[in-house]
T-cell receptor, first 114, second 114 residues
């Protein structure tokens, strides 16, 4: 199988604080991980591609200084939402790519910024 | 931007009925993946189709990839209440950085009424 975990599953924070979300591939190594954002009743929107040992590639319109991505190892990528505001409240989902291109998704992190 | 049109957006049917979900694009994808997502969870991969004209069966689910690799369909036979969920298609392409990226359709929210 291919298991991807995310932590935390749910976080509530005050406006202006930073929040870190971890994404781990538990039973395989992933040189590439992806971060998505999903608003209610909408599909997944790719935010950035995280490559192990190199800088992340951000999609158009995604602020790299606001959404910091670190892919420190072949099994871990982190997304830090800096100075979070209520409009950053969303469901953040990561995925890890296996050789061959299949992506396996984490369970998601619900972020609520008060 | 490679758009993936998914239809219908909503579908409510009686238990035992058949249904088909469509995914269409003007672009060619290297592969196409179908996912199912439960509320508050990440998408779970159902199948990946790679070859034009390919047909894959997963119990009561039949997936087809168009000959030109631009479209796909998901057919469910004798739907059960347990099939209720959000079905997402995603086209895979190789990005400029050489990694696979997924473009998601908007999803089909299926409700199967007992």
């Amino acid at each position: 199988g291919a298991v991807v975990s995310q932590h935390p599953s749910r976080v509530i924070c005050k406006s202006g604080t930073s929040v870190k979300i971890e994404c781990r591939s538990l039973d395989f190594q992933a040189t590439t991980m992806f971060w998505y954002r999903q608003f209610p009743k909408q599909s997944l929107m790719l935010m950035a591609t995280s490559n192990e040992g190199s800088k992340a590639t951000y999609e158009q319109g995604v602020e790299k200084d606001k959404f910091l991505i670190n892919h420190a190892s072949l099994t871990l990528s982190t997304l830090t939402v800096t100075s979070a505001h209520p409009e950053d409240s969303s469901f953040y989902i990561c995925s890890a790519m296996k050789r061959g291109g299949e992506q396996f998704f984490g369970p998601g992190t619900r972020l609520t910024v008060l | 931007t490679q758009l993936l049109e998914q239809s219908p957006q909503f579908l409510s049917i009686q238990e035992g009925e058949n249904l088909t979900v469509y995914c269409n694009s003007s672009s060619v994808f290297s592969s196409l993946q179908w996912y199912r997502q439960e509320p508050g969870e990440g998408p779970v991969l159902l199948v990946t189709v790679v070859t034009g004209g390919e047909v894959k069966k997963l119990k009561r689910l039949t997936f087809q990839f168009g000959d030109a690799r631009k479209d796909s369909s998901l057919h469910i036979t004798a739907a059960q209440p347990g099939d209720t969920g959000l079905y997402l298609c995603a086209g895979a392409r190789i990005s400029g950085a050489g990694s696979y990226q997924l473009t998601f359709g908007k999803g089909t929210k299926l409700s199967v009424i007992p």
